[in-house]
């Protein structure tokens, strides 16, 4: 127990990159205190001093704002990041190197004895406010976005965003040069990650793609129509200088900051 408790100080420092020194974080750190009682408090637990235990975990509730009961199984390495709202349920199980931030409810789904807790594998990270609820897996190093209510099994590695929580499918090689001619443009989406598109994002990106094949119809058309004896015009479209559109994209980013 106290080698998990050393592991769960230790991987504060790979995580927060806020956090200065051991004597802060066993001081200032709501989470390590939280898991700190939990370990102690599930011992107990399991030692058969339910009682005890229940009455701890609820004074750790009260100075940390995190609940946790004493009966659920949690890994090595556990973080969880601010805390503030985090419950996590007697039969919720979580593996190693699991991170939560705060507002996350591990939550079951039903009043009937038994597993109704969620299970999660090795490297999860679950976003602020997010829900998981029900005896669901949620497999090895997978995502879960913030505010997202989670209700079925999510394989591993992948990401879930939304209400109900769905799976984001991966960004496809071919949508690099996409994104790469948006961020020339001007357009950045800040704070999305390629497995975790947002709406506005998605709209965008399919007006490029769009204009982008607009284009290319309307050369092939003025060629055609040359073969055949017309007298076309050239084709008058703005350049796209990219240097010019980079420097405009820099002093964009720096205006908005």
Same mark, same amino acid.
């Given at each position: 127990?106290?080698?998990?408790?050393?592991?769960?100080?230790?991987?504060?420092?790979?995580?927060?990159?806020?956090? @200065?020194?051991?004597?802060?974080? #066993?001081?200032?750190?709501?989470?390590?205190?939280?898991?700190?009682?939990?370990?102690?408090?599930?011992?107990?637990?399991?030692?058969?001093?339910?009682?005890?235990?229940?009455? *701890?975990?609820?004074?750790?509730?009260? %100075?940390?704002?995190?609940?946790?009961? /004493?009966?659920?199984? %949690?890994?090595?390495?556990?973080?969880?990041?601010?805390?503030?709202?985090?419950? %996590?349920?007697?039969? &919720?199980?979580?593996?190693?190197?699991?991170?939560?931030?705060?507002?996350?409810?591990?939550?079951?789904?039903?009043? +009937?004895?038994?597993? =109704?807790? /969620?299970?999660?594998?090795?490297?999860?990270?679950?976003?602020?406010?997010?829900?998981?609820?029900?005896?669901?897996?949620?497999?090895?190093?997978?995502?879960?976005?913030?505010?997202?209510?989670?209700?079925?099994?999510?394989?591993?590695?992948?990401?879930?965003?939304?209400? /109900?929580?769905?799976?984001?499918?991966?960004?496809?090689?071919? +949508?690099? +040069?996409? @994104?790469?001619? &948006?961020?020339? *443009?001007?357009?950045? &989406?800040?704070? %999305?990650? /390629?497995?975790?598109?947002?709406?506005?994002?998605?709209?965008?990106?399919? #007006? #490029?793609?769009?204009?982008?094949? +607009?284009?290319?119809? #309307?050369?092939? *058309?003025?060629?055609?129509?040359?073969?055949?004896?017309?007298?076309?015009?050239?084709?008058?479209?703005?350049?796209?200088?990219? &240097?010019?559109?980079?420097?405009?994209?820099?002093?964009? =980013? =720096?205006?908005?900051?």
């Amino acid at each position: 127990m106290w080698e998990q408790i050393r592991e769960d100080v230790r991987c504060v420092f790979d995580r927060d990159p806020a956090a @200065r020194n051991v004597f802060e974080v #066993l001081t200032t750190y709501p989470g390590v205190h939280a898991i700190i009682w939990h370990r102690i408090n599930h011992w107990l637990w399991q030692h058969n001093l339910k009682w005890l235990a229940r009455w *701890l975990s609820t004074f750790a509730r009260w %100075i940390t704002g995190i609940e946790i009961h /004493p009966g659920a199984h %949690i890994g090595r390495r556990f973080f969880i990041d601010h805390g503030m709202g985090v419950v %996590i349920g007697e039969t &919720a199980e979580i593996g190693d190197d699991v991170t939560l931030y705060h507002g996350v409810t591990l939550g079951g789904t039903s009043w +009937q004895p038994g597993k =109704r807790h /969620p299970t999660l594998g090795d490297g999860v990270v679950v976003g602020a406010g997010a829900k998981i609820l029900g005896p669901i897996e949620v497999g090895e190093n997978a995502r879960i976005g913030a505010n997202a209510v989670v209700v079925r099994p999510v394989p591993a590695g992948e990401t879930v965003v939304g209400v /109900p929580g769905h799976l984001v499918k991966r960004a496809k090689a071919e +949508q690099a +040069q996409k @994104r790469k001619r &948006a961020e020339q *443009l001007g357009f950045d &989406a800040y704070g %999305i990650t /390629p497995d975790l598109p947002d709406p506005v994002e998605n709209a965008i990106y399919s #007006l #490029l793609e769009h204009i982008h094949a +607009q284009d290319r119809k #309307l050369e092939e *058309l003025t060629e055609v129509v040359r073969q055949l004896g017309g007298d076309v015009g050239p084709v008058q479209l703005p350049e796209l200088d990219d &240097a010019e559109l980079d420097k405009k994209s820099d002093e964009t =980013r =720096r205006n908005s900051e």
